[in-house]
């Protein structure tokens, strides 16, 4: 059945135009999202590019653009998506903790004076975010560990991470005592960090907590405590989602049962869980490497096809292939 506006007259047409322009509109940004939590960085950034041609000013379209670009690797992009999205919504703290992310990836691959003006400009939009949202528990976790990786000289100091820890306390116990076992870890107290991390499981036995504490047996190179806690994660874990990425990347980085390791990271691909929190074409890049450490080159080659499908323009991916 088609429409035909004819019939209508020529204000009657436009008041139909405007009413059902905002829902497409929106149906564009639903859409470029989804594929984004899919890992489908092509897809989504030509939605948006299309979107943003007709609607300049859409913050959201620029935050979303702006992680297809940071879920690259890609800063500088990132950067300038995340500027324009907060110009656009200045009130955002999401905007705002995307924005802080971007300024401290380019950061952490920066010269060191070029990293010192980006610190500050992180530490701002941090701060920036939390105070517009205090609910925001992923920017206050940000936040923090800004705070305990930093010097006081560009806004850093254990004394205001236990402070934040303490105003999330009431709300987020988890991210608290988290953030708690991060100073007590910096503090070389490790006794004092190793209670902390458990009382981050003990707060809600979140698959994530387990993974952090997990993450810390692996830096303090007790293995079997490492195991238990990941076996712990993934006996709690019910989405299928970016914790078995980071439970791989533990094992991995602890030279630690490699197929366990690569079934976490097929389980993932195959799940409806999937984020940009672990982009599924950088998850079928280290699934790649984990296969090719394991002699399985023909995966691998696989594995890095499947993720150039998804980001054709992912230099990772293209090197691995290249050496496939």
């Known amino acids: 059945m088609s429409l035909s506006i004819h019939p209508f007259r020529l204000h009657h047409a436009f008041l139909f135009a405007l009413l059902f322009a905002t829902p497409l509109l929106l149906a564009d940004d639903t859409q470029a999202n989804a594929l984004l939590q899919q890992g489908r960085v092509d897809e989504a950034a030509s939605i948006l590019q299309d979107l943003l041609a007709s609607q300049p000013n859409n913050a959201h379209a620029h935050q ?116 708690l076992a991060l100073v007590a870890e910096k503090k070389k107290d490790i006794p004092a960090a190793e209670a902390e991390f458990q009382a981050a499981v003990a707060a809600g036995k979140t698959t994530e907590a387990y993974i952090n504490l997990g993450d810390f047996y692996k830096r303090q190179n007790q293995p079997d405590k490492m195991l238990q806690a990941i076996q712990s994660a993934l006996a709690a874990d019910h989405r299928k989602g970016p914790p078995l990425v980071d439970a791989a990347s533990t094992l991995s980085e602890a030279h630690s049962s490699p197929q366990l390791a690569i079934s976490l990271l097929r389980t993932y691909l195959a799940s409806s869980g999937k984020t940009d929190g672990a982009p599924a074409f950088k998850v079928h890049v280290q699934l790649g490497g984990l296969l090719a450490q394991g002699g399985d080159v023909a995966g691998a080659h696989n594995e890095y096809l499947a993720a150039l499908s998804l980001a054709s323009n992912y230099v990772p991916a293209r090197k691995a292939l290249q050496g496939s």
């Not at 955002?92 to 010269?111: C, V």
């Not at 060191?112 to 949202?133: C, G, M, T, W, Y």
């Open 64 to 179: 979303l653009l702006c992680r297809v670009y940071y879920a690259q690797d890609k800063s500088d992009p990132a950067i300038h998506e995340c500027e324009l999205a907060v110009a656009n919504a200045p009130d955002s703290s999401e905007d705002h903790m995307w924005l802080a992310r971007a300024y401290g990836f380019k950061a952490s691959h920066a010269s060191p004076f070029s990293a010192l003006s980006l610190a500050i400009k992180v530490h701002n939009e941090f701060e920036r975010a939390v105070q517009l949202d205090p609910e925001n528990f992923q920017a206050m976790s940000d936040l923090g560990e800004y705070y305990v990786a930093a010097p006081s000289l560009i806004g850093g100091g254990l004394d205001k991470a236990q402070a934040l820890a303490a105003r999330m306390q009431p709300n987020f116990p988890a991210q608290a005592h988290r953030l």
